[in-house]
């Protein structure tokens, strides 16, 4: 089956810092990918939507300058979290589809753990 | 804006008992829902998936039923077993993005 995996799968880093995260498809292409967040005990909310070689479309809410999503090729997305916060501290998830609309299977990754401190 | 409810918020079975997991939703115009489970700092592993203009599907020991028009899905787990403890999810999907509940998290007793 399709696989899609983050790295890294958790990082701890200092207030002020940036952190990237890659979500990789490995062994389809990936038109559309997904930016979920996930804060303890509650469930995912998604942050923004990007396909490949356009800009990311956010969610209302969502900093664009502080989540910077790049989806330069069909298999991978980063997220850059712009100076830290602990606020930010969180579990991110990318998701990914092969076609341009979630109403398709959507593949998720095992997640990414962020804790700022 | 849609919203998704899921109950009870957690759950605890001795192994071997049937149950019931409920979600509900407020706007019916869904394209399809999906049962989601979730291993603790895990990501997701889709379960069912139900298109709108289905009433339910199976895998295994799990159904999943859906009644879009009163906005309601429930997911049957049968002869429940300890490797079945997780967090499970619901989320509905107008077509362009997923609307997740908040969760079932279900630990089974052995």
């Known amino acids: 089956g399709a696989v899609v995996s983050q790295h890294p799968s958790w990082v701890i880093c200092k207030s002020g810092t940036s952190v990237k995260i890659e979500c990789r498809s490995l062994d389809f292409q990936a038109t559309t990918m997904f930016w979920y967040r996930q804060f303890p005990k509650q469930s995912l909310m998604l942050m923004a939507t990007?396909?490949?070689?356009?800009?990311?479309?956010?969610e209302q809410g969502v900093e664009k300058d502080k989540f910077l999503i790049n989806h330069a090729s069909l298999t991978l997305s980063t997220l850059t979290v712009t100076s830290a916060h602990p606020e930010d501290s969180s579990f991110y998830i990318c998701?990914?589809?092969?076609?341009?609309?979630?109403?398709?299977?959507?593949?998720f990754g095992p997640g990414t753990r962020l804790l700022v401190l | 804006k849609q919203e998704v409810t899921q109950i009870p918020a957690a759950l605890s079975v001795p192994e071997g008992e049937n149950l019931v997991l409920n979600c509900s939703f407020t706007d019916s115009a869904i394209y399809n829902l999906q049962w989601f489970r979730q291993d603790p700092g895990k990501g997701l592993t889709s379960l069912l998936l139900i298109q709108s203009s289905q009433r339910e599907q199976t895998s295994g020991r799990l159904n999943a039923s859906l009644d879009k028009s009163s906005g309601r899905s429930t997911l049957y787990i049968a002869a429940s077993q300890p490797g079945d403890s997780a967090t499970y999810l619901c989320?509905?999907?107008?077509?362009?993005?997923?609307?997740f509940g908040t969760g079932t998290s279900l630990t089974v007793i052995p």
């Open positions: 990007s396909n490949e070689g356009s800009k990311a479309t956010y």
């Open positions: 998701s990914a589809s092969d076609s341009g609309r979630a109403a398709e299977t959507q593949y």
């Open positions: 989320a509905v999907t107008p077509g362009n993005q997923f609307y």
